[in-house]
């Protein structure tokens, strides 16, 4: 059994940074951790991607990019994403997915709100 718990979400002001952290924990080894990565869901949206790393390297999309910054701790399974220059349109429930082995899991979702 994989479990994946986020932490770090809150309500923040415009221009103003959040760190988001999940961390993976079971029978899993960080070796057999393909990728990780965080989604998001604003309300009446489809959840999209953000961001991802694995061997590959790490991708943004478009509208993060020069903002956030995803990083990973390969002791500890963890991913962080570290969010600098806040817009409101980052508002959104932030997920954080795993890819291990075959198999994707994902986080409960941490609610980010950026609203002054």
């Known amino acids: 059994q994989v479990q994946l718990v986020e932490s770090g979400g809150g309500l923040v002001q415009p221009g103003g940074s959040l760190r988001l952290s999940c961390l993976a924990s079971?029978?899993?080894?960080?070796?057999?951790?393909?990728?990780m990565g965080w989604y998001r869901q604003a309300p009446g949206k489809q959840r999209e991607w953000v961001t991802g790393?694995?061997?590959?390297?790490?991708f943004y999309a478009d509208s993060v990019k020069g903002r956030f910054t995803i990083s990973r701790d390969y002791v500890k399974n963890s991913v962080y994403l570290q969010m600098n220059s806040l817009k409101p349109e980052d508002t959104a429930v932030y997920y954080c997915?795993?890819?291990?082995?075959?198999?994707?899991?994902w986080g409960q979702g941490t609610q980010v709100t950026v609203s002054s």
């Open positions: 790393i694995s061997s590959g390297g790490r």
């Open positions: 079971g029978s899993i080894f960080s070796s057999s951790i393909n990728a």
């Open positions: 997915k795993a890819q291990i082995g075959i198999e994707d899991y």
